[in-house]
């Protein structure tokens, strides 16, 4: 775990023990605490914390319009947009410009205008959006005078087909920043990015790319900034038609997942990766990243190709993502020690420099070479994800003799799955590097050195009973509120609710694996992700749209969905006389929804990374940042699952 996300644990931790003892409210003015808790949660993305606190605050204080405007973004920050939007347009309608919080309101409510245009796919709708983006900015424009909501103003209002009444504002914009330009606290990036914007509209293309050049330029390293100035800058040039070659000029480096042959074992034959000609594979390695415009590398560390590749990316200052795909000593007895302790040294070096190391599963190998095929997945996911926010592309770059057979898990198999799903690819091919090395039967792999007291060649335990993990996405939901039901609502729950469950359990194609409820709580595993995704979504709307008054129960009832996929044992239940799922991982997809905001689905960073690798654009998954999980299970990345152009 990096500083960064300790940091942000111990702070989300010190947070929730705020919260759940609510020590300070007999002491202090209770609309503050929810305010400094509900706001606290949202800077740490922490949505699901944010929105239970300010509900609650909100509810309980209705005339503090604050805690309305925090409420409205922590569901927006969650992505609940149609609800943030009504939050906020009532918000709107019961103040007066006077209000400090007005101007606030209003570019919030301009800003959710904003992303429900890019949502939608019917142009009247799209148009309707777009005009009430530019209202809503243009009045807080004229309020503040800054130039953030005056250059959405001026954008929006182009696109909303006003481009007379864009410019003129655009003009506007252009001056004070300007005169911002030369003050004391200049910020520097984002007047640099609403320069470029603002000379766009203004039809002054040499100036844009010279304001836009100076962001980038002054940006360096912050790509995230980069890649939020470049997606504005996409939709004007879509809009505006002009030439797409600007884009050029806020192009991000591309994101690369490595997949490399190791080094070859002693004895190896036929000789596929002799250690010899490591410095060869640099050199081709340096030359092909250059060539792919890399910064931000995805990879595992096995001795040979990942670890050349780590060392490479490190050397020109570039990002490297590292996964596991079982616990550390593991991974060094079955895939770094053979080679030699140099080997064992140079991985150590590298996840020393790593930007960041995450597991497929942190528990032992146990012989399941699922997990290497896993963890390719994740680290494709992974990448895809990166390069997602970054405006950019993921490329595979392979290490690979394509005359060796393919194992699952193997270079040649994520080569394989890679080019199925129609990415791009750069291959580096170790038959020409062999070549280039001389005689194939000068290089052999040294022997295994002994001088580590480590003596990292540890056995590498086995499950006795033969049982293999396999890699299922498990799916928990609650009904909210469902404890506050009384007795006189458990029949209509259990034959309602539930009945409506079970019909979408037999339309499920494929069928789960397994399925099991107890009370309002549902557990249910699928060999396929997508088939999860589609199910869970099914479920969400099921709740959302059901008439519960004609079933006697709540008008109100809403779900909680978390999912997670990853490695888990498959064995006959001796109570229940039929297989059952058990594992870490089935304890981690439980801690998962708990903190899912209410009729949404949450997803893990390996559901959402297992998604991607076979999802056909169906489905979005939109980052909420890292939230610890429920009942102290730590953290980690946390995704909302929606299809593609929904709102919700």
Not at 138 to 154: C, E, L, M, Q, V
Not at 523 to 534: G, K, R, S
């Amino acid at each position: 775990m990096t500083a960064d996300s300790l940091t942000v644990q111990n702070s989300l931790t010190e947070l929730l023990q705020r919260w759940e003892t609510r020590a300070e409210v007999r002491s202090s003015n209770e609309s503050d605490f929810y305010n400094q808790i509900g706001q606290r949660a949202i800077e740490l993305g922490h949505a699901s914390l944010a929105f239970d606190v300010l509900k609650e605050g909100s509810n309980r204080f209705p005339n503090q319009p604050e805690l309305v405007y925090w409420f409205a973004l922590a569901c927006a920050r969650g992505g609940s947009i149609q609800s943030a939007s009504e939050l906020v347009k009532r918000l709107i309608n019961r103040l007066t410009e006077t209000s400090p919080i007005y101007p606030k309101a209003l570019e919030l409510a301009g800003r959710l205008s904003k992303d429900q245009r890019a949502k939608f796919s019917d142009p009247k709708k799209r148009l309707t959006a777009a005009v009430q983006s530019a209202d809503h900015y243009k009045r807080a424009f004229a309020i503040t005078g800054d130039y953030y909501p005056g250059i959405n103003a001026a954008t929006m209002s182009t696109l909303a087909g006003r481009e007379d009444e864009g410019r003129e504002i655009a003009q506007n914009v252009h001056s004070i920043c300007l005169d911002l330009l030369h003050g004391p606290d200049g910020d520097e990036f984002w007047i640099y990015a609403t320069l470029g914007e603002a000379c766009l509209l203004l039809n002054l293309r040499d100036e844009a790319e010279d304001w836009y050049n100076r962001g980038v330029q002054f940006a360096k390293s912050n790509f995230g900034d980069i890649a939020s100035m470049r997606r504005q800058l996409r939709t004007l040039v879509n809009h505006l038609r002009i030439e797409s070659s600007i884009l050029d000029v806020v192009k991000l480096p591309n994101v690369v997942v490595f997949a490399g042959h190791m080094i070859d074992e002693p004895g190896r034959r036929p000789i596929r990766f002799p250690a010899a000609v490591s410095p060869i594979v640099s050199t081709y390695l340096d030359t092909r990243l250059d060539q792919l415009n890399a910064n931000f590398g995805y990879c595992s560390a096995a001795c040979g190709g990942d670890l050349l590749f780590i060392e490479t990316m490190l050397a020109r200052g570039g990002e490297v993502h590292i996964v596991l795909p079982f616990s550390k000593d593991d991974f060094i007895a079955s895939s770094v020690a053979y080679a030699g302790n140099d080997w064992v040294k140079r991985f150590d070096t590298a996840l020393l420099s790593a930007t960041s190391i995450a597991y497929a599963t942190e528990e032992p190998y146990l012989g399941d070479d699922i997990l290497f095929r896993y963890t390719a997945d994740l680290i494709n996911g992974m990448a895809h994800l990166h390069a997602e926010q970054l405006e950019t592309e993921s490329i595979l770059l392979a290490l690979v003799d394509t005359d060796v057979d393919s194992k699952m898990g193997g270079t040649l198999d994520t080569v394989e799955r890679w080019q199925t799903m129609g990415n791009s690819s750069s291959i580096v091919d170790l038959r020409e590097i062999r070549t280039i090395g001389g005689e194939k039967s000068t290089y052999q792999s040294g022997p295994v050195s002994t001088e580590d007291s480590r003596s990292p060649a540890i056995s590498i335990a086995t499950v006795e009973s033969g049982i293999k993990r396999q890699i299922q996405t498990m799916l928990f939901a609650d009904v909210v509120g469902f404890s506050k039901l009384g007795e006189e609502s458990a029949v209509s729950f259990f034959v309602g609710f539930l009945g409506h469950v079970a019909d979408i359990i037999k339309a499920s194609s494929p069928k789960p694996s397994f399925c099991n409820t107890w009370g309002d709580g549902l557990f249910v595993v699928f060999d396929d992700v997508t088939a999860a995704a589609v199910f869970s979504l099914t479920l969400r709307d099921m709740v959302i749209e059901t008439d519960w008054k004609k079933l006697g129960l709540p008008t109100d009832i809403s779900i909680r969905i978390g999912m997670h996929t990853g490695p888990v044992f498959r064995a006959n239940d001796p109570i229940l006389h039929r297989d059952n799922f058990f594992g870490s991982q089935v304890n981690r997809a439980a801690r998962v929804e708990p903190i899912a905001m209410p009729s949404s689905v949450l997803v893990t960073e390996q559901c959402a990374c297992i998604l991607l690798t076979q999802d056909n654009g169906d489905f979005e998954c939109e980052y909420l940042g890292i939230q610890e999980l429920a009942k102290k299970y730590g953290s980690g990345k946390l995704y909302r699952l929606r299809r593609s152009h929904e709102l919700e």
